[in-house]
């Protein structure tokens, strides 16, 4: 087997089910740390809500909801595509955590 086909064949497959778990939280920890940025002026989803806010003088609870809600749906589907993705790879025979 050539070095180039081992990898492919045997070390990736392993390496990829070996590191979807830690991706899933990689993943959710980087959509959560998006609205950090919020404090150092990129323009993301909280502070698009807060100019939402701000250009029609209320509904600040229907707007923030509304963030809150895009936040749950984004970080949801992250995480089934992730666990889709984690059982798609498991071996037969082999005890899935």
Do not use: C
């Amino acid at each position: 087997m050539s070095k180039y086909t081992s990898i492919s064949v045997v070390i990736l497959p392993q390496a990829l089910r070996q590191a979807i778990g830690p991706w899933s939280n990689e993943a959710l920890s980087e959509l959560k740390d998006t609205s950090l940025a919020y404090t150092i002026g990129v323009v993301e989803l909280m502070r698009q809500a807060s100019y939402i806010v701000s250009a029609n003088f209320g509904h600040t609870l229907v707007i923030y909801i509304g963030a809150a809600l895009m936040y749950l749906v984004i970080s949801l589907l992250m995480s089934f595509g992730l666990n889709m993705l984690s059982h798609k790879l498991v071996i037969p025979g082999y005890e899935h955590p």
